[in-house]
């Protein structure tokens, strides 16, 4: 019989609850929360797992239960910050399902600052006491005078206000004129003013802004997408939209791709608003990320523009998403945790029923199609801003106007860039490809040169005496003689990169001021100096890669010279038609911006591509239409579905018979289609094997469950093997 008096003495089974860690787990772990210590769905915490003590985030479920609790072990720590909210724990389950992620991995990306999650020491001040030293001198009067309002100071911005040294200030303390007291940490940029300055928007402008802000006023989840021509005012527009958000005193996320480049941006924002937004991008010091996730969590700070990471920011109350660039395949994040971010924004608007505005001078496909069926607004652009002329744009058909031998720019766009040179105004030379050629070879043995561990030919890097590999970054200088045959000085650069068309340009134009524009040619802070000297006209002829295409403003720009219109059509990506187009047409508008006559050439072998006819005729809605009809007898995104599978291996046997295991293990389903496997095109990459699964399905079909099913069904990763899971894949390589 049991003793009823012994249960006054039992401890009760401690409290337990579910914590996802930032490891590949399916789903969160158990831990028992300690007495007193208090936690809620959202803390952000740390705890043991195997030897390591790691962060966690409280999960959302109920408790693990009395069963085994004792055993469990105990939370070690509750971070002073504020939690995730339920929106943004929505939005994390939300990415994890749908991209089929680990959910730990997914909310790691929330928890970029791991030092961020304490709160930021407070700062040492000083405040007047109100007694003055026997001894005035002229500059300790400058500090009292200053100090006397009785405001709190720091001993630097005190010293700095009345132009004295910190000696002078530390005086005064020391005789009892100033108290220390304790001050918060200043906000690491300023809080933007919505009615500080702005150009007045007229006409097609003024309209837009005027509809977003009204639809902004009355509340809930839109989606608007400002499709304007580039120079249109695009940017002034959606500037509107955030200053009404600040007036409502919510908080502002602006994406951008490549934020470490487009400094003007900032100053442009700055010009606007009285203060720059905080950034977040990879670029950013440790110091600054912490200060800006921790005070965008407190609500500090007011407005972002950040690469898309900056889309996994726990702000404390999120009012609008600016997705600017829309199109560009920079939002796709192909490492990890793949994702969308222009997707993954306008489904974290949704979830937090707040706007987002989408922003490209040349929307992507499937933002048209979501326009045309009214999921979202479109609100169309077609002039440019105070009246400047878009460029004129003609083809050059390399077939009737070739090249000289030995060279790639055709006589006529020769002639055009000498001109601009002479008017005193400047070219662009675009031609997305780095380096000084794509591929070195042998002329006695027909030796390529090939990187040892991918399958990619060694691009020559001449500026660096380099030949490198783009895949993996492989290596080694630039050789003399063929390994192959021995024989010295017969190797060949064939076809032309960035640094093929200065050298070129320098042998036609000596005298011109010639600045080759690469991300491989130096960091962010060289190419931000670089973008700002050609602003202020420090060049006459800009060679440049896609960098030149990020939105940037060149006043004295009014030539832009596309070396090979035809290099991105050469591949089998179903996009690829539709990325030449955003692609060109970004770059030939950076012609013309401030009102001058500007014009466009475009070298091509294919005069007559749908591309180039709807580049040069200025009809993008031509093009779009038949893009869309194409999509559509497809049944491509966004009319139907993708999902591309690679599995990897040390070997090519093992991926293979992966790959082959994964397929057998495929369920039917009705309009699910696998295809594959096949050898992906970059069959070798770092040393790794890769085969390649396509998975094609019709808009309503449930992909995930399908993709779930052949994983749980087919054989488990092991050894060397990883399957890599992409939905909606923007590429196909």
């Given at each position: 019989m049991k003793d009823d008096s012994l249960q006054l003495f039992e401890t009760p089974a401690p409290r337990t609850v579910p914590v996802l860690v930032p490891m590949p787990a399916a789903v969160p772990y158990s831990y028992a929360v300690p007495e007193g210590m208090a936690v809620e769905p959202g803390s952000i915490v740390q705890v043991p797992l195997g030897p390591r003590k790691v962060i966690g985030v409280v999960w959302d479920g109920p408790d693990a239960g009395p069963v085994n609790a004792a055993k469990l072990r105990p939370l070690e720590k509750v971070f002073d910050c504020p939690p995730l909210d339920k929106n943004m724990r929505m939005f994390l389950e939300w990415v994890a399902t749908y991209t089929l992620s680990p959910p730990g991995l997914v909310a790691r990306m929330a928890l970029r600052a791991p030092a961020a999650f304490d709160p930021e020491p407070m700062i040492e001040g000083l405040r007047f006491t109100g007694m003055e030293p026997e001894r005035i001198t002229p500059a300790r009067r400058k500090v009292l005078d200053m100090a006397r309002d009785g405001l709190s100071w720091s001993r630097s911005g005190l010293a700095h206000a009345a132009g004295v040294s910190l000696s002078v200030v530390d005086g005064?303390?020391?005789?009892?004129?100033?108290?220390?007291?304790?001050?918060?940490?200043?906000?690491?940029?300023?809080?933007?003013d919505p009615d500080f300055g702005g150009q007045p928007l007229e006409g097609p402008q003024r309209e837009a802004a005027d509809a977003i802000v009204e639809g902004m006023k009355t509340g809930g989840f839109s989606v608007d997408l400002i499709d304007g021509v580039t120079g249109s005012g695009k940017t002034e527009i959606y500037f509107e939209a955030i200053a009404e958000t600040l007036r409502q005193g919510r908080q502002v996320l602006i994406l951008i791709p490549e934020i470490a480049l487009t400094a003007s941006f900032l100053e442009r924002f700055q010009d606007r608003f009285g203060a720059k937004p905080a950034e977040w991008h990879s670029e950013l010091a440790a110091r600054s990320r912490e200060k800006v996730w921790r005070q965008v969590t407190t609500g500090d700070v007011r407005v972002v523009a950040g690469a898309r990471s900056a889309l996994f920011l726990p702000f404390e109350d999120l009012g609008l998403i600016v997705v600017d660039e829309e199109h560009d395949p920079a939002y796709k994040q192909e490492d990890r945790v793949f994702y969308n971010a222009r997707d993954m924004a306008v489904v974290r608007a949704r979830i937090a029923n707040i706007p987002v505005v989408l922003v490209s001078a040349t929307p992507s496909v499937e933002s048209q199609v979501n326009c045309l069926s009214g999921r979202y607004k479109r609100i169309h652009l077609p002039t440019r801003y105070a009246g400047a002329a878009l460029p004129d744009l003609h083809l050059i058909d390399m077939r009737r106007h070739p090249p000289d031998r030995g060279g790639f720019l055709s006589p006529l766009l020769l002639k055009s860039v000498g001109k601009t040179v002479e008017r005193g105004e400047q070219a662009l030379l675009f031609l997305n490809r780095r380096?000084?050629?794509?591929?070195?070879?042998?002329?006695?043995?027909?030796?390529?040169?090939?990187?040892?561990?991918?399958?990619?030919?060694?691009?020559?890097?001449?500026?660096?005496?380099?030949?490198?590999?783009?895949?993996?970054?492989y290596a080694e200088p630039t050789p003399n003689a063929c390994p192959e045959c021995g024989t010295l000085d017969?190797?060949?650069?064939?076809?032309?990169?960035?640094?093929?068309?200065?050298?070129?340009?320098e042998k036609h134009f000596p005298d011109a001021r010639t600045l080759v524009l690469s991300s491989d040619l130096g960091g962010v802070k060289r190419l931000r100096l670089e973008l700002e000297a050609i602003a202020n006209g420090e060049a006459d002829i800009i060679i440049g890669t896609q960098l030149v295409a990020k939105g940037h403003n060149f006043p004295l720009m009014t030539l832009v010279g596309i070396v090979d219109a035809d290099i991105g059509l050469a591949n089998g990506d179903p996009r690829a038609a539709e990325r030449t187009f955003q692609l060109l047409s970004q770059v030939t508008g950076r012609a013309g911006r401030t009102g001058r006559k500007s014009h466009g050439l475009l070298q091509t072998f294919q005069p007559q591509h749908p591309v180039m006819q709807a580049l040069v005729s200025g009809d993008a809605g031509a093009f779009y239409e038949r893009e869309i009809a194409e999509r559509e007898r497809a049944g491509l995104p966004p009319f139907g579905r993708l999902v591309s599978i690679i599995v990897s291996a040390d070997n090519r046997a093992d991926a293979e018979t992966h790959a082959r295991q994964l397929r057998n293990a495929a369920p039917q389903s009705p309009g699910i289609a696998l295809l594959g496997p096949a050898e992906a095109p970059l069959a070798l990459i770092r040393g790794r094997h890769r085969f390649r699964l396509l998975v094609h399905g019709r808009r309503s079909s449930d992909m995930q469950a399908f993709i779930k099913d052949m994983l749980a069904n087919g054989p488990k990763e092991r050894r060397s093997i990883h399957v890599q899971v992409d939905v909606d894949p923007q590429s196909f390589l």
């Amino acid at each position: 019989m049991k003793d009823d008096s012994l249960q006054l003495f039992e401890t009760p089974a401690p409290r337990t609850v579910p914590v996802l860690v930032p490891m590949p787990a399916a789903v969160p772990y158990s831990y028992a929360v300690p007495e007193g210590m208090a936690v809620e769905p959202g803390s952000i915490v740390q705890v043991p797992l195997g030897p390591r003590k790691v962060i966690g985030v409280v999960w959302d479920g109920p408790d693990a239960g009395p069963v085994n609790a004792a055993k469990l072990r105990p939370l070690e720590k509750v971070f002073d910050c504020p939690p995730l909210d339920k929106n943004m724990r929505m939005f994390l389950e939300w990415v994890a399902t749908y991209t089929l992620s680990p959910p730990g991995l997914v909310a790691r990306m929330a928890l970029r600052a791991p030092a961020a999650f304490d709160p930021e020491p407070m700062i040492e001040g000083l405040r007047f006491t109100g007694m003055e030293p026997e001894r005035i001198t002229p500059a300790r009067r400058k500090v009292l005078d200053m100090a006397r309002d009785g405001l709190s100071w720091s001993r630097s911005g005190l010293a700095h206000a009345a132009g004295v040294s910190l000696s002078v200030v530390d005086g005064l303390a020391g005789q009892g004129a100033f108290e220390t007291i304790f001050l918060p940490p200043p906000p690491i940029v300023a809080r933007p003013d919505p009615d500080f300055g702005g150009q007045p928007l007229e006409g097609p402008q003024r309209e837009a802004a005027d509809a977003i802000v009204e639809g902004m006023k009355t509340g809930g989840f839109s989606v608007d997408l400002i499709d304007g021509v580039t120079g249109s005012g695009k940017t002034e527009i959606y500037f509107e939209a955030i200053a009404e958000t600040l007036r409502q005193g919510r908080q502002v996320l602006i994406l951008i791709p490549e934020i470490a480049l487009t400094a003007s941006f900032l100053e442009r924002f700055q010009d606007r608003f009285g203060a720059k937004p905080a950034e977040w991008h990879s670029e950013l010091a440790a110091r600054s990320r912490e200060k800006v996730w921790r005070q965008v969590t407190t609500g500090d700070v007011r407005v972002v523009a950040g690469a898309r990471s900056a889309l996994f920011l726990p702000f404390e109350d999120l009012g609008l998403i600016v997705v600017d660039e829309e199109h560009d395949p920079a939002y796709k994040q192909e490492d990890r945790v793949f994702y969308n971010a222009r997707d993954m924004a306008v489904v974290r608007a949704r979830i937090a029923n707040i706007p987002v505005v989408l922003v490209s001078a040349t929307p992507s496909v499937e933002s048209q199609v979501n326009c045309l069926s009214g999921r979202y607004k479109r609100i169309h652009l077609p002039t440019r801003y105070a009246g400047a002329a878009l460029p004129d744009l003609h083809l050059i058909d390399m077939r009737r106007h070739p090249p000289d031998r030995g060279g790639f720019l055709s006589p006529l766009l020769l002639k055009s860039v000498g001109k601009t040179v002479e008017r005193g105004e400047q070219a662009l030379l675009f031609l997305n490809r780095r380096g000084y050629a794509p591929l070195t070879l042998c002329r006695v043995c027909g030796h390529r040169f090939q990187c040892p561990q991918c399958s990619s030919w060694l691009v020559e890097h001449r500026f660096r005496g380099q030949i490198q590999c783009h895949q993996c970054g492989y290596a080694e200088p630039t050789p003399n003689a063929c390994p192959e045959c021995g024989t010295l000085d017969h190797l060949v650069a064939c076809g032309p990169g960035v640094e093929r068309i200065a050298e070129e340009v320098e042998k036609h134009f000596p005298d011109a001021r010639t600045l080759v524009l690469s991300s491989d040619l130096g960091g962010v802070k060289r190419l931000r100096l670089e973008l700002e000297a050609i602003a202020n006209g420090e060049a006459d002829i800009i060679i440049g890669t896609q960098l030149v295409a990020k939105g940037h403003n060149f006043p004295l720009m009014t030539l832009v010279g596309i070396v090979d219109a035809d290099i991105g059509l050469a591949n089998g990506d179903p996009r690829a038609a539709e990325r030449t187009f955003q692609l060109l047409s970004q770059v030939t508008g950076r012609a013309g911006r401030t009102g001058r006559k500007s014009h466009g050439l475009l070298q091509t072998f294919q005069p007559q591509h749908p591309v180039m006819q709807a580049l040069v005729s200025g009809d993008a809605g031509a093009f779009y239409e038949r893009e869309i009809a194409e999509r559509e007898r497809a049944g491509l995104p966004p009319f139907g579905r993708l999902v591309s599978i690679i599995v990897s291996a040390d070997n090519r046997a093992d991926a293979e018979t992966h790959a082959r295991q994964l397929r057998n293990a495929a369920p039917q389903s009705p309009g699910i289609a696998l295809l594959g496997p096949a050898e992906a095109p970059l069959a070798l990459i770092r040393g790794r094997h890769r085969f390649r699964l396509l998975v094609h399905g019709r808009r309503s079909s449930d992909m995930q469950a399908f993709i779930k099913d052949m994983l749980a069904n087919g054989p488990k990763e092991r050894r060397s093997i990883h399957v890599q899971v992409d939905v909606d894949p923007q590429s196909f390589l």
